[in-house]
């Protein structure tokens, strides 16, 4: 749910519980999202309040399969199960605030499988920098046949595209990412369809039972276009999994030294080097198939790791010019249009 737990207003940090005619909505917002669901249940008298989140969403978490009594007693919510009983401090549900209004101005179509996959594709580049708001989401742009969704921290850059016609109307958009981890959640199947529905300020989607509402992040977003490497001089192929498993065991000793790994290509391998002063050397190879590939190159080896994971491709490519140029990792099947741009790391 989207409560907050940081906030000046108590409200915010509460799920609003509402009890229908034979439903209970349960909707959850922390001032920019809003989140909502929406169960079957036995109600004998309609009525709303509002119940901490973190304790309501701890006690249930434990509580084995089965019904769950809910009453309000004045200003306490009764909790009943079996022999267990809880009594929680509520608050009025007039004082929630409720979702607004989407006024579709743009939609996109996708399954939620889909929009699930493009979304993972891009989201392990998003920014924690508070600092700069815009780059804390996904720019989604749609021109009528091509959707891009782009994510960078200014260290990394992240690139996912769909080529596909008349899947909603033209977009441009940057979405917070704890909306997009809402949407996703979304209790829906993969090949169910879900539509995206944009205004000027916000986007909302409706999945029936669930619902998001979301602000947008304002401002430009970066010229990411700039970023990308217009050339490359150098490439290594190599096994996604082989080079996973060499990196993750690197990552050991170098996160003392600020996750740098050091990658020299020497004929048909690279030699994988990570070093922690006070915990010693590590050194690994892997198999590639160079195209002029020699030469030796730092990244932060997590920002690698990301990458990697993110494609499903049995095969990747480092493209590369110089060792203190950026690198772009991508797919060996360019059919699988998605590519993260990696600044590289002083040797030293």
Request: charged share 25%; hydrophobic share 45%; aromatic share 6%.
């Amino acid at each position: 749910m989207a409560t907050s737990a940081r906030t000046s207003l108590p409200i915010l940090m509460t799920l609003y519980l509402e009890a229908g005619e034979s439903s209970l909505r349960l909707l959850g917002c922390d001032g920019e999202i809003w989140a909502e669901r929406t169960i079957l249940a036995n109600v004998s008298k309609p009525g709303t309040v509002c119940v901490n989140y973190q304790i309501l969403q701890q006690l249930v978490s434990t509580l084995p399969d089965g019904p769950i009594t809910l009453s309000l007693e004045n200003t306490t919510l009764l909790m009943t199960q079996g022999q267990s009983e809880w009594k929680l401090m509520a608050l009025p549900g007039d004082d929630f605030p409720q979702p607004p209004e989407v006024q579709s101005a743009a939609e996109l179509r996708l399954t939620i499988g889909e929009f699930r996959g493009l979304v993972d594709g891009v989201a392990y580049a998003v920014a924690d920098d508070q600092a700069r708001p815009v780059l804390t989401g996904v720019l989604f742009v749609y021109d009528g046949s091509v959707l891009t969704l782009v994510a960078t921290d200014t260290h990394r850059l992240a690139v996912r595209r769909l080529e596909r016609d008349g899947i909603g109307s033209n977009i441009n958009a940057v979405v917070p990412e704890k909306a997009l981890k809402a949407i996703k959640n979304l209790p829906i199947s993969d090949d169910e369809e879900v539509v995206v529905k944009f205004d000027e300020t916000r986007l909302g989607v409706d999945a029936g039972q669930a619902k998001v509402v979301s602000q947008l992040l304002m401002g430009a977003y970066p010229n990411w276009e700039r970023v990308v490497p217009a050339e490359h001089t150098r490439i290594w192929t190599v096994d996604r999994d082989e080079l996973i498993s060499n990196v993750n065991r690197a990552m050991i000793l170098a996160r003392d030294n600020a996750n740098r790994i050091r990658f020299k290509g020497a004929g048909e391998q690279i030699v994988i080097m990570a070093r922690s002063d006070e915990k010693g050397e590590a050194r690994e190879e892997v198999a590639i198939i160079s195209q002029n590939g020699d030469l030796e190159i730092a990244f932060n080896g997590r920002y690698v790791l990301d990458a990697l994971k993110a494609m499903k491709a049995q095969g990747v490519r480092a493209e590369m010019t110089e060792p203190a140029r950026p690198a772009v990792f991508r797919p060996v099947d360019e059919s699988d249009q998605q590519y993260c741009v990696i600044m590289p790391m002083a040797l030293s």
